[in-house]
């Protein structure tokens, strides 16, 4: 009988030893992500590097908390000037749908264009992240249109 017991305190000294040893590493990752270390940093993208479609790239997008507005600098790189018929952003995180403005039309060849929504385009608070596509259709002088969807657009929300 005096074995039998010995064999079950070393069972039970075993399993409380790694039993406090996976609580305390369970307490260790909780401060971790509490304090925000493994939160990486957020990769802001427009496009995939800054190209929405052949020609046409994202120089700059700006989401501003306290206006609830939408800006997004579009440069046209192709040898003729393109005019934007529609510009909507779909946000999936801290925005909604909005559409944007088509001014300056045409964009000539080489120009940046600003394009900015009205209000309640952007619902999340500053600091947060603002995730969702762009999509917009645009035509050259030549009259062919083409449609670009989908563009992902990821930005950390401004003051």
Do not use: H
């Not at 052949?54 to 600098?73: E, K, P």
Request: glycine residues 10%; charged residues 10%; aromatic residues 8%.
């Amino acid at each position: 009988m005096n074995f039998r017991n010995k064999k079950g305190q070393a069972a039970m000294e075993f399993l409380m030893t790694y039993g406090w040893a996976i609580l305390i590493a369970i307490i260790a990752i909780a401060a971790l992500i509490a304090f925000g270390v493994l939160n990486p940093p957020l990769q802001e993208s427009c496009g995939t590097d800054g190209i929405l479609v052949q020609g046409v790239s994202c120089v700059n997008v700006v989401a501003d908390a306290s206006a609830d507005t939408l800006n997004i600098s579009i440069t046209n790189n192709l040898a003729d000037p393109i005019t934007f018929t529609t510009i909507t952003f779909t946000g999936t995180t801290g925005a909604g749908t909005c559409t944007l403005t088509t001014a300056p039309t045409p964009l000539p060849s080489g120009a940046t264009g600003y394009f900015e929504s009205g209000s309640s385009c952007v619902t999340g608070a500053a600091g947060g992240n603002l995730k969702g596509d762009l999509s917009f259709t645009y035509s050259t002088v030549a009259g062919v249109t083409y449609p670009a969807t989908n563009l992902k657009i990821t930005k950390k929300i401004a003051n």
